[in-house]
């Protein structure tokens, strides 16, 4: 019998899930493929950004508050399986937190892939999704999460290999988060033009820093699932803001902005259609896999 199509994406916190994949779970939870959602850490270092509940003791359970949000949101999503690895947020680069000998940066990199290989092999994916080589932003979790990714990518398949972690499975394709930076500037030009305040009207915005990865090479249309994903994105309340810059893009921008997702295929072991691919099962679904 053949397999399920299977996607297994692995982010670093609650929320990142709603922000970079969003959209792409919702899709593909929707056309019966089964995906699973790996979480690293509870992200127990971030901010609240509500006032009322910026106190000392939310921000001493900010981990279980956070749990709460990402089942929630994962609910939305319709994700089957939500699974945490089982870290602690270390906080952004540089502030002590790095230091704390649970979080995830000071993981030992072979104990954290062989986690990883177990929900592999317990899942079977044959599309697995992390972030790229810079973590996406730098963040000491994302890259993590990128290096065991890519780690358990080559591991899972190999029986010499943490045999410990269950039957070998081998993965079909691995892709990385990608994300359209360059449209954010023209969005926000065109938000300035209506007189509605962006973040380039900050003293030190830098607009270096929206520039399209060239490798993109995937790109995945959520439109009808945007209404979920900003929804998803909202029971994060920790953490977002209802005036955070996705949010506050006024409607006819924010359709063209967050209709699409992107994605950098990183690897393949099926042969792949030529040019821009509109599905992360492409060359899978001719492999013999049943949905």
Known sequence: MAEPLTLMIVHAHPD???????????????EGVRTVLVTCTLGEEGEIVVPEWDTPDHHARLGEIRYEELRA????LGVQHLE?????????????????????????????????????????PQVLVSYNEQGGYGHPDHLQAH??????????????????????WTPLKLYYISFRRALWLTVWQRMRERGLPTPMDAADFDAGGYVDDPRTTTTIDVSRYLARKLEAIR????????DWSWLAVPEDLRDELLTCEHFIRVASRVPVPPGEETDLFAGVRAHGSNV
């Open 235 to 242: 029971v994060h309340r920790t953490q977002i803001r209802p």
């Open 16 to 30: 990142d899930e709603a922000i970079g994949t969003g959209g792409t779970l919702a899709r593909y939870a929707d």
């Open 84 to 124: 945490l690895l089982g870290y602690r947020d270390s906080g952004m680069m540089g502030r002590p937190s790095n230091a704390h000998p649970e979080c995830f940066w000071q993981a030992d990199l072979d104990e954290a892939t062989a986690r990883l290989v177990r929900l592999v092999r317990r899942y079977r």
């Open 147 to 168: 290096r065991i990714t890519v780690a358990a990518f080559d591991a899972a398949g190999d029986p010499r290999r943490y045999p410990e972690a269950g039957r070998p």
């Open 73 to 76: 949101a994962a609910a939305l």
